[in-house]
């Protein structure tokens, strides 16, 4: 049913407290410095290879980097110099995450939107775009479709902002999601970790979504350069307001969602100031809360429908430059995970993989309703954007499996209380490794059996034999422990995870 214009104009009026935003305002300053940190832009322009060196051991030694220290590392020119950041970014990401990569789908649940970002299909200017939300019922097909027959455990799921899209839909659309259990041919498939890429909420919303069970919290700031946010979204739009949305992670940490994602979207502005940027906000959270961003993204902007912008930005990122923001981040934020998204192509996720990205997704389509097969606008021409890499599930872990790769559906984490500061002391310590390289096999092991391809089987088998070898080497104490779930999930059991 359509809502009334003013109904709409009531729900935006209402979405933004601003005593939610003060309470971390200080002196009329928040912690985006655009002037500081382009300046610091301009120091280190040719920085020392010894300072460069002593800088890459920081990051192998899994700690954060100051501002300064990556100012250094974005301005290496030197080609030598750089091979070694690469090659330390994939030492980095192996001592925290070893050779595991997670994947999962993004489900988009509706594309009525409020706002008017200049960069996106779903903006309401956009009067081509056919909007639609899905019903309970239709999640639940999608979700079916996602669990029982591609075999995902992890969405994302995304969502516009719109009455139609309140908190009390995204309550009850997760809800629907974790509802699904599908009967597969040697067990069930279902949906363990929903994670949501949302509009900021207010602390009260944010309760409610920490409550119904959620896994990360994404929010991307999509510029941190206060007058370029400013021409990109509309001031009379709730997301016009870039403390509402900067300081919401703030709040969710408050809601007691310590599992949160950031992200800026790359093509906006300038990639090193936003690089600089993320790192400040991840160092923020650290010191106020003691917990950083458990995911960075950093998607690049992609053509949309209805939408010149995306084709005019100014700020368009090379390839190389993608490869170096990559690597940067990875050394600057040693502890996080790190996504791309199918936006990019099989090449570039490829060489991504080499410089330490953690999660992707994949067999992934953004239309409404698209995965149950009745999309309202599959076509291209009509999505939010255009996809770079639409490969099988199969396919990308029958890749990842010959470079030698483990695909994880290890949903462990959140379930047994290891998020936040916790994961956070974990993971610099090599700790959660541990867990999650038992709790890796095993999801694997269930996934190759209910899933996988032939081909893909064949191939996975070696790695899945070669990461249980080394269990047995690394932790013979549980090593017997972990067999007998091994073999239960041969025999059918399903969901089984230390
Ligand atoms: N409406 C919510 C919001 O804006 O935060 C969440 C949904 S929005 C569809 C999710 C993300 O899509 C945005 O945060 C933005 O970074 C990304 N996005 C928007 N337009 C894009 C484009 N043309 N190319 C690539 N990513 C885009
Ligand atoms: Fe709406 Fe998000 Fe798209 Fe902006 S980026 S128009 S808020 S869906």
Redesign the pocket.
């Known amino acids: 049913m359509p809502i009334k214009k003013e109904n709409i104009k009531e729900w935006s009026e209402q979405r933004i407290d601003q005593s939610q935003i003060d309470k971390y305002v200080k002196n009329n300053k928040d912690f985006i410095d655009d002037d500081y940190i382009t300046s610091m832009l301009d120091l280190r322009k040719e920085p020392d290879p010894g300072r460069v060196k002593d800088i890459i051991a920081k990051s192998l030694n899994i700690e954060t980097l100051t501002l300064d220290e990556t100012v250094c590392l974005i301005n290496v020119k030197d080609l030598n110099l750089l091979k070694q950041m690469e090659d330390a970014a994939l030492k980095v990401k192996k001592k925290v995450y070893d050779n595991r990569i997670v994947t999962f789908a993004p489900l988009y649940l509706g594309n009525f ?1 409020v706002n008017d ?1 200049l ?4 903006k309401r200017s956009n009067r081509d775009a056919k909007r639609s939300v899905l019903t309970l019922g239709e999640i639940r097909r999608e979700a079916e479709v996602l669990a029982g027959e591609i075999g995902h455990k992890r969405l994302i799921v ?4 719109h009455p139609k899209n309140s908190i009390g839909y995204m309550v009850d659309s997760i809800k629907a999601i974790y509802s699904v259990r599908v009967k597969t041919e040697n067990g069930f498939g279902s949906i363990r970790r929903v994670n949501v ?3 900021p909420l207010s602390i009260e919303d944010l309760k409610r979504l920490h409550d119904t069970g959620i896994g990360t919290y994404q ?2 700031q ?1 510029t941190y350069h206060h007058k370029r946010y400013e021409e990109l979204h509309p001031k009379d739009t709730i ?1 016009g307001n870039y403390r509402w949305r900067l300081y919401s992670m703030h709040r969710a940490q408050e809601a007691g969602i310590d599992d949160i994602g950031l992200g800026a ?1 790359f093509g906006l502005y300038d990639w090193k100031f936003e690089v600089l940027a993320l790192l400040a906000h991840s160092r923020e959270l650290e010191d106020r809360f003691g917990i950083g961003p458990h995911t960075i993204s950093f ?1 690049r ?2 053509p ?1 429908a209805n ?1 010149p912008f ?1 084709m005019e930005s100014g700020y368009k990122v090379s390839d190389e430059d993608f490869k170096k923001l990559i690597t940067v981040i990875r050394l600057a934020v040693p502890y996080t995970g790190m996504i791309i998204t199918a ?1 990019e192509t099989p090449q570039m996720r490829r060489e991504a993989l080499s410089l330490g990205i953690t999660q992707t997704d994949a067999s992934t389509k953004i239309g409404i309703g698209a995965y149950a097969g009745k999309a309202l606008h599959q076509e291209g021409d009509k999505q ?2 255009l996809l770079g890499d639409t490969r099988s599930l199969d396919d990308v872990i029958r890749e990842f499996a010959s470079m030698g790769y483990i695909s994880s559906f290890c949903t462990a984490g959140y379930r047994c209380g290891r998020t936040g500061k916790c994961i956070m002391d974990l993971l610099r310590s090599g700790k959660e490794g541990k867990f999650c390289k038992l709790n890796a096999v095993l999801t694997f092991r269930e996934w190759l059996d209910d899933f996988a391809s032939e081909q893909t089987k064949k191939v996975s088998e070696h790695v899945i034999q070669k990461e249980i070898d080394e269990i047995k080497e690394q932790m013979p104490k549980m090593f017997p422990e972990f067999m007998k779930y091994y073999e239960k999930i041969k025999n059918g059991e399903r969901d089984l995870y230390f």
């Open positions: 939107c970002c960069y996106c299909g779903f995304v969502y516009g902002e890429n949302a509009s929010v991307f999509e997301k979207l998607p902007l992609e949309a939408t995306t936006r939010q954007f």
